[in-house]
């Protein structure tokens, strides 16, 4: 029996750039980068209430954004244009990841729009056509789309899906934010990375070209970092301002996190594949 969509309390899980290069800037602005995709199982939850009119609104309101400029209801109006739909939708956000974290929320967020309403408006469109609805919103939101684990290249859209192991992951958030916009506006940021083929670079050590400019930048991205460093391999993912260290199990994560300074925030997490919400969506649909 198929459970109703309407019902369900759905997922938009984090990511993290468990390596990302930047390969050079493209005429356009934008730039090359190389990464690598995973998902962990832990994210925002939203919920999705039809409306009788045609209106897309987010609640609660996200402090400091206004309802319009929010990437659900961005999203959610891409969608119902495309269908030619008059149907309007009340999206509840329980926010859990922190803005400006390098997680992906904001993507991930708009992509779960996508793929959820798809379904609950009957759309019938292809991962493909929604990533692609995405793309025009965001170059991290093919890959919460898509819900494969992947090496991306380009503006980080040419997805190659790849297995990798899953380790649990202990990340820490500093009080602070770190705007995406301005890293890749830095003048001194490394743009000269080599790029190399997935081969290669499976088996070789991996880093983060922004990790440099933002340590340098925001102290307490740095301060994060080196405390996590005497613990496990860690890293920054994505532009920050978020760090992660990498453990074999649940309850050595677990036991880092009981030592970390009281004014930051944390959570642990295992990593996966396959994005949860698509977990989701097949449990719903069986």
């Given amino acids: ?10 997922i938009a899980p984090a990511k ?11 005429s356009d602005g934008y730039h090359e980068l190389q990464t690598l995709f995973q998902f962990l199982e832990f994210g925002d939850r939203l919920r999705f209430e039809a409306r009788k009119d045609d209106k897309i609104i987010v609640e ?3 402090e400091g954004v206004a309802n319009s400029d929010n990437l659900c ?12 739909l008059n149907q309007g939708v009340t999206i509840h956000l329980d926010k859990q990841l ?5 997680l992906g929320g904001g993507s991930s967020n708009a992509a779960t729009c996508l793929v959820v309403l798809n379904r609950l408006w009957r759309g019938n469109l292809s991962l493909d056509e929604l990533a692609k609805l995405g793309l025009s919103l965001g170059a991290d939101i093919p890959i919460f789309v898509h819900g494969f684990a992947a090496f991306a290249q380009g503006v980080g859209d040419k997805l190659e899906k790849v297995k990798l192991k899953t380790p649990w992951y202990l990340v820490v958030a500093p009080k602070v ?6 890293v890749f506006g830095a003048k001194d940021l490394k743009r000269d990375t080599p790029k190399r083929s997935w081969e290669k670079l499976k088996s070789s050590t991996w880093g983060n ?13 740095a301060q994060a970092l080196y405390w996590l460093l005497e613990y496990a391999p860690s890293r920054m993912t994505g532009t920050g301002a978020c760090v992660f260290a990498e453990f074999k ?5 677990l036991q880092v996190m009981e030592k970390l300074p009281a004014t930051w925030t944390s959570f642990v997490a295992k990593a996966s594949n396959i994005s949860p919400l698509h977990h989701q969506l097949t449990l719903s649909l069986s």
């Fill in 1 to 10: 029996m198929t459970t109703n969509l309407n019902d369900i309390e759905w």
């Fill in 16 to 26: 993290l750039n468990l390596f990302l290069y930047i390969n050079g800037q493209r």
């Fill in 60 to 62: 609660p309101a996200i």
């Fill in 73 to 84: 209801v961005k999203a959610a109006r891409l969608l119902q244009r495309k269908l030619g």
């Fill in 98 to 102: 922190p803005m400006g974290g390098g």
């Fill in 177 to 182: 934010h770190v705007a995406t916009a301005a």
């Fill in 209 to 221: 070209d922004c990790e440099e400019f933002v340590l340098k930048t925001h102290p307490e991205v």
């Fill in 249 to 253: 199990d649940q309850a050595s994560a």
